[in-house]
């Protein structure tokens, strides 16, 4: 940004007696991780989300001293953060999974990557968790919220379906509050949703039916899948899918269903042989996760970042993301001595 908000130096009020564009500022940060995670989700890409929230910060210093109090302080910021994301969406378009663009492909074929499409993009856990302890309610909405398939499942809606869906169902904000920041009438918002609510029952997960990260045997059964792959076990691999698993890669088109499917791609294309591997564990959109990474020069060196969605104790989905720029976004290590890599 060209401009960056200045920090206010504590409490002062503009000319008309409302608060100054500072104090405004200030009273607007502790929002910032809410509307980070809201623009997240319109948007799919957690870069494109920090531009726009700065950007909705920036607007909001701007236009301090006019913010009337009419509505809250927080209202406000989602009507201008809301309004920034369809205009980014207008000029961007969607950000898809491969598995939204057509049908499953062969694994004996070799794949091809297509960097210029806008691939939708995982977001660390940490960026909305930190260090600081959080209402153990407050985490579970948030993780289901930010779930990879729903905000995949988002990207295939119209834009300003995209927005009712989320500020009514995720932000729990009534019609009539919708239809005033879009600028549109209730029973335009309560059409919109229910669309919107048609088209997610078929591509979202159901949230009860997913195993959460901190159970036991799900903790068992990561140790076994990473454990699998940095073997290159292929047995052990095809145990622990659902037998319809589904495995994509951005930015390659080409994506994979079934568990014998996804062993044989990892057979025949996968350059990691056994001993090669190592899996660093993480977690993105609320869900287990892990950075891949394959040996070479006596180093463990960054492949991919791998999100588990993870149902009945198997695993039914893996978006392996190719971007070595997410490890240092994850937290990762840049790379690690063969000798330090010990489980």
Not at 140 to 146: T, Y
């Amino acid at each position: 940004m060209a401009q960056t908000p200045p920090t206010a130096p504590g409490p002062a009020r503009s000319s008309t007696g409302g608060p100054s564009a500072d104090t405004l500022l200030e009273e607007a940060r502790p929002y910032r991780n809410e509307l980070l995670a809201h623009c997240y989700r319109m948007l799919g890409s957690l870069h494109d989300a920090e531009d726009l929230v700065q950007d909705t910060l920036l607007r909001a210093w701007r236009a301090g001293e006019r913010f009337e109090g009419r509505s809250s302080l927080r209202t406000w910021l989602y009507r201008i953060a809301t309004n920034a994301c369809l205009t980014a969406i207008e000029q961007r378009g969607r950000r898809p999974m491969p598995s939204g663009l057509g049908a499953p492909s062969d694994p004996e074929q070799p794949v091809s990557e297509s960097p210029e499409i806008p691939w939708l993009e995982p977001v660390p856990d940490a960026v909305f968790t930190g260090d600081k302890p959080a209402d153990p309610a407050a985490v579970v909405v948030n993780r289901s919220s930010l779930r990879l398939a729903l905000v995949a499942a988002l990207q295939h809606l119209p834009p300003r379906q995209r927005a009712v869906l989320l500020l009514r169902d995720v932000l729990k904000w009534r019609a009539a509050e919708v239809a005033e920041l879009l600028d549109s009438s209730t029973a335009s918002v309560n059409s919109a949703l229910q669309r919107a609510r048609a088209h997610l029952a078929q591509a979202a997960p159901v949230e009860e039916e997913l195993t959460e990260p901190s159970d036991p045997e799900m903790r068992t059964l990561l140790d076994r899948y990473a454990a699998a792959f940095e073997k290159a076990d292929v047995a052990a691999i095809v145990d622990l899918f659902a037998q319809d698993a589904v495995w994509e890669m951005p930015p390659f088109p080409q994506w994979f269903r079934g568990a014998e499917t996804i062993v044989r791609l990892v057979a025949n294309q996968c350059p990691i042989g056994p001993g090669e591997g190592l899996m660093l564990p993480t977690s993105a959109n609320g869900q287990p996760a892990f950075g891949l990474y394959r040996l070479q020069d006596g180093f463990f060196r960054p492949f991919h970042i791998q999100v588990l969605t993870v149902r009945a104790l198997r695993v039914e989905h893996v978006a392996a993301f190719f971007s070595e720029d997410l490890f240092a976004r994850f937290g990762l290590p840049e790379a690690v001595p063969a000798g330090e890599a010990g489980r």
